[in-house]
């Protein structure tokens, strides 16, 4: 049974030693144990090295030819490994995964090809409201926040929040009084604007039956995403989690999704696997997704692979589209989606960076 976040195997040797010793005569076996090399504790030694690992995501939709341009799929190619370059330099220098999975977010909340700070979605109201969060594996300590509209980072406030409040979710005006307190930069909201999510906001507009507001429907058929996540594997075993969007494309104003709800779109916990989701938020809300796959892990034994493609599947059943990047503390990576791509890449020590749009390339 599991104990707590942070849960170590018994050391092989000893628990070998243990059952060798369960062979012998009752009279002998404590005697046995006792005479069996057992680990050794000292306050000085290094921690146990482990291997490092990140793993990004820039959004799942229905990517096509029609919909990716070469150009834009080089330019998105190359911020996925910026993101991942950025994230996995934090961890090889004996960094937190923590600030691996801020890192690799926040640049991937510069890029305008994702739908995460610049070049986030627009609202059926022509605005621009973010979400984020962020998830420790080892305290489980969470923050996060919604609807804000003036951050440039939403990712470092999600942080902020975990560090210096005693909540793990703020929205709105609240967000930004503590974005402001901790220093954190600022954009007009016009920041976020780039001119191909402008366009979709007027189309949508000129084709929307006014007064009437996009409802889910059309909002899934927009079939493209770009939500941005990451997840990470420190030196020290510690995984993190963390998820940034602008939201669904012509969402109605105040509408908040799964990414920055702890347990639906982000959770990481050291014993089972670390998970950051993207596609249709309510599907993730209504199966909570992320801690789903950490609760199989825990309590069905399944690796983190499987427990990840059975999520998505359910997801598929309810009529969700969407992926989630899954890495667990052995650095084991699965990228399970139900659509016709993901944006994704990872880096897993002594292997080399892989970016990947389509299942296979
Ligand atoms: N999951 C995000 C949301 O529902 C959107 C996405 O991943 O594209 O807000």
Redesign the pocket.
Known sequence: MLTGPGRRDTPRRSRLGCRLAGALSGGLTLAACLLMPQPQVHPQSPPPAHPIAIVIHG???NISRSTLSPEKEAACRAALREALDAGYRILQQGGASLDAVEAAIAVLEDSPWF?AGKGAVFTSAGTHEL?ASIMDGATLRAGAVAAVRRVRHPIRLARQVMERTPHVLLVGEGAEALAREAGLELVDPAWFDTPERRAAWEKRRSQAPAPNEPGPADVAAEGK???VGAVALDRHGHLAAGTS?G??SG?RPGRV???PLIGA?TYARDATCAVS??????F?IRLAVAHEISARVEHRGLSAAEAAAAVIREVGWLGGE?GVIVLDARGRVATPFNTTGMFRGWRVEGRAPVVRIGPED
Do not use: I, R, V
Not at 277 to 282: L, W
């Open positions: 959004g799942a939709g739908n979400d995403h770009g939500t969007t939201g669904l969402k999704g799964d990414s779109g989701a993207t596609g249709q938020g309510e993730f969407g």
